[in-house]
């Protein structure tokens, strides 16, 4: 059951919580955006550092001195790290946010002025582009069911975009520049309403990083509150910098430990034993193979270069 909304007065509009680790060079960036926002909405920063070597914390706290700083000392993952920010917050809406995009000045407004007019929506995220410009599918997404995952990762979902059947892991058959409702939106930038978390709890600790987002949308679902992709809101995610994907044997781990507890929170009990054991199968061979491509990637094709190189 869907939750009043209590305002106080004294609240700012949004609490950004964001989570940086070793990302130094694209948070400045990040931050720069932020403070060109449209001026018509208020926000507090909060940031947990998971133990960073770069300096982040103190080029923070000597440019920024207005953003809360809580500094990890070790890294504790981003899923409980975004937990930190949101308890230590006190907007009216939660924004989550990667230190690796950049927003426009009027972002923030439009997600939020989006809220304020569907008093259902309980999450919205908004149309992500890449670097380059180009579109970032995974910022629409529906629930990633056996099928369609497999679509997804055999690539059926690019020869038949237009199919809901294939398409329906990025709901590739949606356009990109409606609004329209969906079961999740990235965790890149993620606006909540404080009531969705004080109804539906934190984000699930049991994942590292990878997977939280979807989590969290699909409880709120469940819990009676619509999820949004609002394209009228565009937003740039340099995607991979920093963090987390500085170590690909960690990132590997953390997107399939993530797929196998989605399962097995939200569609274990739809299927049979049957389909879980080649979900489970696909998942950890899936891991396997990524991780022998990683290994290859870091070893094998270094040592071809060298070799070609002394052969010149």
Not at 41 to 66: C, K, M, W
Not at 217 to 224: H, L, M
């Amino acid at each position: 059951m869907i939750q009043p909304q209590v305002l106080v007065s004294n609240m700012v509009d949004i609490s950004v919580c964001m989570v940086s680790l070793n990302c130094l060079g694209v948070l400045k960036d990040c931050l720069g955006s932020l403070y060109a926002t449209q001026p018509s909405i208020s926000f507090e920063i909060i940031l947990v550092d998971n133990a960073s070597t770069d300096g982040t914390v103190d080029f923070v706290r000597n440019h920024y001195p207005q953003i809360r700083v809580i500094e990890n000392t070790r890294n504790v993952g981003f899923t409980k790290a975004t937990n930190q920010a949101i308890a230590a917050s006190s907007g009216r809406y939660l924004l989550w946010l990667n230190t690796d995009t950049i927003l426009e000045p009027d972002s923030l407004v439009k997600l939020h002025d989006f809220m304020q007019a569907h008093p259902q929506a309980g999450i919205v995220g908004p149309k992500v582009l890449n670097r380059d410009g180009s579109f970032q599918p995974q910022c629409k997404r529906g629930l990633p069911t056996p099928l369609a995952s497999l679509c997804y990762m055999l690539r059926v979902d690019r020869v038949f975009p237009n199919s809901r059947w294939a398409g329906q892991y990025l709901l590739t058959y949606l356009p990109i520049d409606t609004a329209n409702r969906v079961d999740a939106v990235s965790g890149c930038c993620l606006l909540a309403r404080r009531n969705v978390w004080d109804q539906i709890g934190p984000l699930d600790e049991h994942i590292f990083a990878f997977g939280e987002d979807v989590d969290w949308c699909v409880r709120a679902d469940n819990a009676g509150w619509e999820v949004w992709y609002y394209p009228a809101s565009i937003i740039t995610h340099l995607k991979g910098q920093g963090g987390v994907h500085s170590k690909p044997y960690h990132k590997a781990w953390g997107m399939h430990h993530g797929m196998w507890v989605f399962y097995r929170k939200h569609l274990l009990a739809h299927y049979s034993w049957a389909v879980t054991s080649l979900v489970w199968l696909g998942i950890w061979t899936k891991l396997g193979c990524t991780s022998v491509l990683i290994w290859m990637q870091r070893t094998v094709r270094p040592w071809l270069q060298r070799m070609i190189q002394a052969a010149r």
